[in-house]
C-alpha cells in the first residue's frame, strides 16, 4: 500500500526540546509539539500505523498523537530513570522498546491502557543505542562499555561481544534483509558482522566480517537502507559516508562543515537521505548526485534525532 501525500512526514527534534512535523515535498512545518525543558530529543520513532510519535531523552519519554491538533503528548511513561537513549516499535505496535543510560532495555506493552514494561535485559553498563532484528524476536544493543549484545525476546538467550576496548558503543543496526550487524564507535570505527541462523536455532549466529575506519572523530549514528545495499555513518566531523554493502567500500560522503552530523534515515528507494545536524537544519539528499535537494528550517539549536519511515517518497 502506498503512502499518501498528507503521510509523507518527516519529524526532528532537538536541544531546543521541540519537535517539528515537516511536509517532506514542500519543507513546510505543519506542527510543533513541546518536548520537556530539561532534556534534548534523543530518538523518535513513528508507530507503524503512523497515527502516533514517539520521542525520548532525559527521564522522559512521551507519545504525541498525530492527528489531532494536540501538541502535548498524549502518554508519559512512568518511572522513567536516566537518560533514555532510543525506542522503537515492533512491526504491528503491539511492545516498544527503550534503551538508556540506567543499563537496560526495556520492552512495554503498548496494548495495555496505560503502556506498562513487560521484560527488562541488563547490559551492566549505560546503553547508548538498540534497534530491533527484522525477525521482531532480536534485539541488538550496544554499550558505553564497548559491548555489543543480541537479545533474543522471547527465549532471553544473548550473545555479548566486544569488538574493540575502550571504545564506547554510539550505535548499532541490522539490514532490513537480516544478513548484517553494525556497530559503530566512538573512535571513529563500525564493525560489521554477518547473521544467520538455522532451523531450530533460538539465537542468530553472529560471524565477523568487517571493520571499517569511516571517521576520525565520534561516529553518531549508522544506518542500514531499506534495500539493505547500503550503509550510513555520521559523526561529529560534519560528514556522512556512505557505504556499499557488496564489500562496503565507500560510495559517497555529504558533508557539512563545521557541524556535527546527529542523525540520518533514507528514503523508502534508498536514493534519498534525510540528515539532522547541529546547525538546526534538516536537509534531504539526492545520493546519486550528493547535492541537497531541500532544507527543512525553523529549529533554534541543534538537531539530534530524526523519523522518517514511510513506504514512498518521491
Request: aromatic share 8%; hydrophobic share 35%.
Given at each position: 500500500?502506498?503512502?499518501?501525500?498528507?503521510?509523507?512526514?518527516?519529524?526532528?527534534?532537538?536541544?531546543?526540546?521541540?519537535?517539528?512535523?515537516?511536509?517532506?515535498?514542500?519543507?513546510?512545518?505543519?506542527?510543533?509539539?513541546?518536548?520537556?525543558?530539561?532534556?534534548?530529543?534523543?530518538?523518535?520513532?513513528?508507530?507503524?500505523?503512523?497515527?502516533?510519535?514517539?520521542?525520548?531523552?532525559?527521564?522522559?519519554?512521551?507519545?504525541?498523537?498525530?492527528?489531532?491538533?494536540?501538541t502535548a503528548p498524549v502518554i508519559n511513561f512512568?518511572?522513567?530513570?536516566?537518560?533514555?537513549?532510543?525506542?522503537?516499535?515492533?512491526?504491528?505496535?503491539?511492545?516498544?522498546?527503550?534503551?538508556?543510560?540506567?543499563?537496560?532495555?526495556?520492552?512495554?506493552?503498548?496494548?495495555?491502557?496505560?503502556?506498562?514494561?513487560?521484560?527488562?535485559?541488563?547490559?551492566?553498563?549505560?546503553?547508548?543505542?538498540?534497534?530491533?532484528?527484522?525477525?521482531?524476536?532480536?534485539?541488538?544493543?550496544?554499550?558505553?562499555?564497548?559491548?555489543?549484545?543480541?537479545?533474543?525476546?522471547?527465549?532471553?538467550?544473548?550473545?555479548?561481544?566486544?569488538?574493540?576496548?575502550?571504545?564506547?558503543?554510539?550505535?548499532?543496526?541490522?539490514?532490513?534483509?537480516?544478513?548484517?550487524?553494525?556497530?559503530?564507535?566512538?573512535?571513529?570505527?563500525?564493525?560489521?558482522?554477518?547473521?544467520?541462523?538455522?532451523?531450530?536455532?533460538?539465537?542468530?549466529?553472529?560471524?565477523?566480517?568487517?571493520?571499517?575506519?569511516?571517521?576520525?572523530?565520534?561516529?553518531?549514528?549508522?544506518?542500514?537502507?531499506?534495500?539493505?545495499?547500503?550503509?550510513?555513518?555520521?559523526?561529529?566531523?560534519?560528514?556522512?559516508?556512505?557505504?556499499?554493502?557488496?564489500?562496503?567500500?565507500?560510495?559517497?560522503?555529504?558533508?557539512?562543515?563545521?557541524?556535527?552530523?546527529?542523525?540520518?534515515?533514507?528514503?523508502?528507494?534508498?536514493?534519498?537521505?534525510?540528515?539532522?545536524?547541529?546547525?538546526?537544519?534538516?536537509?534531504?539528499?539526492?545520493?546519486?548526485?550528493?547535492?541537497?535537494?531541500?532544507?527543512y528550517t525553523g529549529h533554534s539549536k541543534a538537531?539530534?534525532?530524526?523519523?522518517?519511515?514511510?513506504?514512498?517518497?518521491?
Open positions: 500500500m502506498e503512502a499518501t501525500e498528507d503521510q509523507l512526514i518527516l519529524a526532528t527534534g532537538g536541544y531546543d526540546h521541540t519537535i517539528k512535523v515537516w511536509q517532506t515535498s514542500t519543507g513546510n512545518c505543519i506542527k510543533t509539539m513541546r518536548f520537556v525543558e530539561t532534556s534534548q530529543v534523543n530518538a523518535l520513532d513513528r508507530t507503524p500505523d503512523k497515527t502516533r510519535l514517539a520521542a525520548c531523552g532525559y527521564q522522559c519519554i512521551r507519545l504525541y498523537d498525530l492527528d489531532s491538533n494536540c512512568d518511572a522513567v530513570q536516566k537518560n533514555v537513549t532510543r525506542l522503537g516499535f515492533q512491526e504491528d505496535g503491539k511492545w516498544m522498546f527503550t534503551a538508556g543510560e540506567d543499563h537496560r532495555v526495556r520492552i512495554w506493552d503498548m496494548i495495555s491502557a496505560p503502556p506498562h514494561c513487560s521484560r527488562v535485559f541488563d547490559c551492566q553498563a549505560p546503553v547508548n543505542a538498540a534497534c530491533l532484528h527484522p525477525n521482531q524476536v532480536e534485539i541488538a544493543m550496544g554499550s558505553q562499555n564497548g559491548g555489543v549484545y543480541l537479545w533474543d525476546v522471547k527465549s532471553e538467550l544473548h550473545e555479548q561481544l566486544v569488538p574493540e576496548l575502550e571504545a564506547s558503543i554510539q550505535d548499532v543496526a541490522i539490514s532490513p534483509d537480516g544478513h548484517y550487524m553494525a556497530a559503530a564507535n566512538n573512535k571513529g570505527n563500525c564493525y560489521i558482522w554477518e547473521l544467520s541462523i538455522s532451523p531450530g536455532q533460538m539465537l542468530s549466529t553472529i560471524n565477523p566480517k568487517k571493520m571499517i575506519q569511516a571517521h576520525n572523530r565520534s561516529i553518531l549514528r549508522c544506518k542500514f537502507s531499506p534495500d539493505s545495499r547500503l550503509l550510513v555513518t555520521t559523526s561529529g566531523n560534519g560528514s556522512a559516508c556512505i557505504w556499499k554493502t557488496g564489500d562496503f567500500s565507500k560510495w559517497r560522503e555529504l558533508t557539512i562543515k563545521n557541524y556535527w552530523i546527529w542523525d540520518a534515515a533514507f528514503s523508502a528507494d534508498s536514493k534519498l537521505l534525510f540528515t539532522a545536524s547541529s546547525d538546526g537544519v534538516a536537509r534531504l539528499w539526492k545520493l546519486e548526485t550528493k547535492t541537497c535537494e531541500r532544507e538537531i539530534t534525532a530524526l523519523s522518517f519511515n514511510d513506504e514512498t517518497f518521491d
